[in-house]
């Protein structure tokens, strides 16, 4: 496992977001208990709850969750980032893989109402702000608009290889506005220098090809907030989940036997 003293002497914090690693100091954060009951969910220690809180972080950290502004989400399964959206006033249109024969009934959503949260917000409100588009994030059409943020929640690791996502995050950025936020999570090799996983159905970014894709974002000529790859240092930090999987102790796990990953998030903005 990486020595998180090499990338950074300080762990990331949602106070003041970067591209960063889940790690456990940022569960004790007062923004994330304040952003935890925006989504009406009960605290966890879990990484995918986390990339909940991080992606609405962010946003909110550049000022475009509020009346007036507009989002697109890539892959939002049955998330409640966008109910969470429509009760700030956000138009949001949000997108998943066209309708499959063999699906994943749990995550996947098919119509608008996959997104709503009652807990979150009114129907009626939501209904103003929200709509769906099936869309293939591997051939994103040019019918979806410029946007003032886009965003996706450990989606682009499930798109047929490592290249695949990086040419998704790629691509997705002609959705932004000049000025416009993007923001992903993803699987990062926590172990892995240069071996990882990489299948059709899941892929395992190493530290490698995050830097690549930066180096990528960049010579599309935007910006890609400054990499923390500090992994923290708490109990929950060096504990490796097996699986059945833990709700409350899912910050790292094991795939394949063998490979350990946790969740990274990044911030790009489009120049």
């Known amino acids: 496992m990486w020595d998180s003293t090499n990338e950074s002497t300080q762990e990331p914090t949602l106070e003041t977001v970067a591209s960063q690693v889940c790690t456990f100091r940022q569960f004790n954060e007062p923004v994330y ?57 956000v138009d949001v249109i ?73 040419d998704f995050v790629l691509n997705a950025n002609k959705c932004l506005k000049t000025g416009g936020v993007a923001v992903h999570t993803t699987e990062l090799n926590v172990e892995g220098e240069e071996e990882t996983f990489e299948s059709v159905g899941l892929s395992l970014y190493r530290k490698k090809d995050i830097l690549r894709l930066k180096s990528l974002v ?25 699986p059945p999987y833990d709700r409350n102790k899912h910050l790292k796990l094991m795939v394949e036997e063998k490979y350990v990953t946790t969740s990274i998030g990044f911030v790009i903005l489009k120049r």
Request: hydrophobic share 35%.
């Open 33 to 89: 208990d304040r952003i935890c009951r925006e989504i009406a969910q009960q605290k966890l220690f879990h990484r995918k709850q986390w990339e909940y809180i991080y992606i609405l972080r962010a946003l909110e950290q550049f000022c475009v969750l509020q009346t007036g502004y507009s989002g697109l989400g890539f892959g939002c399964g049955k998330e409640p980032l966008a109910a969470v959206m429509a009760r700030r006033g």
């Open 94 to 166: 949000c997108t998943d893989i066209p309708p499959l024969e063999e699906s994943d009934k749990y995550w996947g959503s098919t119509s608008v109402e996959g997104f709503f949260y009652e807990g979150i917000v009114p129907w009626e409100q939501f209904a103003r702000h929200v709509s769906f588009r099936p869309v293939n994030m591997n051939a994103i059409p040019d019918t979806l608009g410029e946007h003032d943020f886009i965003w996706s929640s450990c989606a682009l690791e499930h798109l047929g290889s490592l290249q695949h996502g990086i």
């Open 218 to 242: 960049e010579e599309q000529g935007n910006v890609f907030l400054p990499i923390n790859f500090n992994m923290g240092d708490g109990e929950l930090d060096k504990y490796v989940d097996l």
